[in-house]
């Protein structure tokens, strides 16, 4: 089999009647993927990007008598209609599966006009329209067009069934007529050594037999092999992995549930991620796709996402199959269900959803609910049965908000946005449903408490506690088998959601990506690296009444020393009976043994007056509690304290004004040594920080796009969250680079960030992030065409 990729020389523009037959060479030259406007990062809306519009290409093919030619369009938002010499060869009506048009018949030996039609106007007659929907479902032909070449007999489809005990079942769909001999072979893509062989020349659809050594799949060790599938002379290659998926419950408690990759328990600790980028929608190319599963991976160290809400890229899928990334992935629909046509596309949807994606190690759970919708007995008993019949390895699940709903999958999945703040963090599961079957969060937070980067140090400390104590609760509980957040980045939306601006807030990355505190919450449940935030810039202006109260360390350490200005003041320590690994480490006194160090004061004096000072600032003097005013009574008569001498010790450790810039110091402690320290101070150098995603770009099916995160810091590290500074950018070559979206723009709670596209060209170039007063950074980058 030939892979032909289509993703250049493509004419664009508004659909006219007479694109069918007439390359229109005067329509606008674009390259795959494509989104057919680009919008604003804020207030966009889809009258921005609705219409019909014309994608055209010259297809000039040396048509070889014996051979098949089918072309694969595989992403389309949201509805297609293919002509091959102004014959209309076929129609696609979701935005969110692929899909493939055999040209053969109509296909001309030589030159012929390939043209698409596409309709990206909110269609209520198909799944996700019909009412209203929380994000923009933006419209293009956003993802990969091929031509796939190969023997008229060759294999359409090979659903690769691989378990934990080695075991291999293909089962091979055909096409073309008599049979061909096939041999399967399974190679290890890192040593390219044929682990299996196995040959049958009976045509039999289904082959079987085992690889005793090959390594198992898991998130911890995701190793994958490529199947190679000779029939006849087609030869086509599958990447897959072996392993299990087992729910259950343990024997002894039957509250206990769990899911297993094989065997092993499993918590799904996860984030929702939609596929949508600033600018340019859902258009995006490999690079960023794998990116995104990267942070996902390597920088929230999250085992899980659920794409939301519908199947996305396989670029996408493919990173999470080799970096372990478990995902759990769902058919198109918000909320809605439509009449019965609706319903039988949502169907077909389902089928295409589990047909092209069930060779995916990393994929563990189908979603064949419409997203937060109604019990629907009779359509979700249809895509349950389309979903198991096609893939009798997974489980089912459909998101729900709604508690004891009907009961069709294998998993129940819940949108648990029960905590607001108060009370537990979570619904246990008898809260939720009677039924038997596990139980998993696959959204929580997000509305109930929307954070931008820009707000204020205890708004963006609550967001980030929220999102650790929902994820406490359903570890702690033994009753769900993961929790799978409200989300991954903030998102562009329609009019109906979001904060005014038509972008809900409700990220723990912003839209570039970049992190916000509650980011850490995810990034510190994790071993290898060592990961220390602190909520807090200690900064006593931006606190009501100037009082900064509890704050948090957000860390995998087992100890965070604090120092004020190299003096030690206390330890603090994880709340040992909590359900996270790494629960936020609370911080409640920031003068600890100072007085017994600085005063010389006995330790159980300094004890007192420390309370003392602390409800001071946190009551004022007028509000005290009776216990602290019986303690500094105490404290007068006993120990002879002055209120000239308490109001100096209050000046010194409690308030500091006046005194020099106080840097506060905390050490995050493992296994007796320091592993990370960050500094608090009030800053006053700026400087910006560029964070490139890759500085070598590959010109190769397509072009490529390098992410930048850009975010202006203190001195001390601390992102200067009120500097909405404008920042340019500016490609020194621009023959080799061009910016997506506007070069100037500002930066929202001291980040913001921009996209760099390759423009076909290979060379190398400087690309400088300026803003206003702060030195630049200069990035270079290279690119390099492939042949
Ligand atoms: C859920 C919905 C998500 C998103 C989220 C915001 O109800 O499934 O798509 O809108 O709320 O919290």
């Known amino acids: 089999m030939q892979k032909v990729m289509l993703n250049n020389d493509w004419r664009f523009g508004t659909w006219d009647d007479s694109c069918r037959t007439v390359y229109d060479a005067t329509l606008s030259p674009v390259r795959l993927p494509h989104t057919v406007k680009e919008v604003p990062l804020h207030n966009a809306d889809p009258s921005m990007y609705a219409g019909e519009f ?55 030996d030589g030159d012929n006009l390939l043209t698409i ?68 072979a399974v190679m290890d893509p890192q040593t ?53 998926i087992r729910l259950g419950a343990c024997s002894d408690n039957v509250n206990d549930d769990w899911i297993y990759i094989n065997e092993e328990r499993v918590f799904l600790r996860g984030l929702n991620r939609h596929q949508s980028y600033p600018y340019v929608g859902y258009a995006m190319p490999s690079s960023m796709q794998e990116e995104d599963a990267r942070i996902l991976k390597e920088e929230l160290h999250v085992n899980t996402v659920r794409t939301s809400h519908y199947p996305q890229s396989q670029y996408f899928i493919d990173a999470c199959d080799r970096l372990g990334l478990l995902v759990f992935t769902e058919i198109p629909g918000w909320q809605h269900i439509g009449n019965q046509s609706w319903k039988q596309t949502a169907m077909t949807n389902t089928e295409e959803m589990v047909k092209q994606y069930r060779n995916h190690p990393s994929i563990i759970l189908w979603g064949v609910r419409i997203n937060e919708s109604q019990d629907d007995d009779d359509f979700y008993a249809v895509t349950n049965r389309i979903a198991h019949s096609l893939d009798p390895s997974r489980p089912t699940s459909g998101v729900r908000y709604l508690q004891n709903s009907h009961l069709l999958e294998d998993v129940y999945a819940f949108n648990d946005f029960s905590y607001n703040g108060t009370g537990k963090g979570a619904l246990s599961k008898k809260e939720v449903t009677k039924e038997e079957a596990p139980l998993l969060i696959s959204e929580c937070n997000g509305h109930m ?88 810039s200690m900064n006593i202006g931006d606190y009501p009444a100037g009082y900064i109260g509890d704050f948090y360390a957000f860390t995998n350490a087992d100890e965070v020393k604090l120092y004020r200005n190299d003096d030690f003041v206390k330890s603090f320590y994880p709340d040992p009976s909590a359900g996270l690994k790494h629960p936020p480490i609370r911080i409640d006194d920031t003068i600890g043994h100072l007085l017994e160090e600085k005063e010389g004061m ?83 150098q700026l400087h910006l920080e560029v964070t490139c995603s890759s500085s070598h770009l590959i010109e190769g099916d397509t072009y490529d796009v390098s992410a930048l995160r850009i975010q202006i810091k203190d001195e001390y590290g601390t992102v200067a969250s009120y500097c909405q500074l404008p920042v340019t950018v500016t490609v020194v070559n621009p023959n080799v680079l061009e910016v997506i979206g506007p070069s100037t723009f500002t930066a929202e709670g001291g980040m913001c960030g921009s996209y760099l596209k390759t423009t076909g060209v290979s060379g190398s170039t400087a690309v400088i992030v300026r803003a206003s007063g702060l030195e630049p950074v200069t990035v270079n980058m290279e690119v390099t065409k492939e042949n």
């Open 602 to 684: 006995d330790p159980s004096v300094a004890k007192d007056v420390v309370a003392c000072l602390l409800a001071f600032q946190k009551y004022g003097m007028d509000r005290l509690p009776l216990s602290i005013k019986a303690k500094a009574a105490k404290l007068m008569a006993v120990n002879h304290m002055t209120m000239k001498e308490a109001a100096r010790l209050y000046g010194i450790y409690a308030g500091g004004w006046g005194s020099d810039a106080i840097i506060w110091r905390f050490d995050a402690i493992r296994n007796g040594k320091v592993v990370k320290q960050v500094k608090k101070g009030p800053g006053h």
């Open 449 to 536: 408490f929307p954070t931008k980067s820009w707000d204020d140090a205890l708004h963006r400390q609550e967001h980030a506690l929220r999102h650790a104590r929902v994820l406490d609760a359903a570890m702690k509980d033994h009753t769900h088998i993961g929790c799978i957040a409200w989300c991954m980045f903030d998102y562009a939306t329609h009019k109906d959601f979001g904060s005014g601006d038509r972008i809900c807030y409700h990220g723990v990355l912003d839209s570039f990506r970049n992190p916000k505190l509650a980011a850490a919450v995810y990034a510190s449940q994790q071993e290898e690296e060592p990961v220390l935030e602190i909520s807090s």
């Open 192 to 244: 390219n050594q044929c682990l299996a062989l196995h040959k049958d020349d009976t045509g039999a659809a289904i082959q079987e037999f085992n690889v005793p050594d090959a390594q198992l799949w898991s998130p911890d060790h995701p190793k994958l092999y490529t199947l190679k599938v000779m029939y006849g002379e087609d030869v086509r290659t599958y990447i897959f992995g072996f392993r299990s």
């Open 117 to 184: 039609r596409l309709d990206t106007r909110e269609d209520p007659s198909i799944p996700p329209f019909g009412f209203v929907i929380d994000y923009l479902c933006y419209g293009g032909l956003y993802r990969d067009v091929w031509l796939e070449i190969c023997p008229l007999s060759h294999v359409q489809d090979a659903f690769i069934l691989a378990d934990m005990y080695r075991h291999l079942r293909v089962e091979l769909t055909y096409a073309g007529t008599g049979t061909q001999p096939l041999s399967l």
């Open 54 to 108: 014309v994608y055209q290409r010259r297809l000039n093919v040396h048509k070889e008598e014996g051979m098949s030619f089918i072309l694969h369009v595989d992403g389309a938002a949201h509805q297609a209609q293919v002509y091959l010499n102004g014959a209309l060869l076929g129609s696609h009506h979701c935005g969110y599966t692929a899909f493939a048009i055999d040209l053969t018949k109509a296909l001309k």
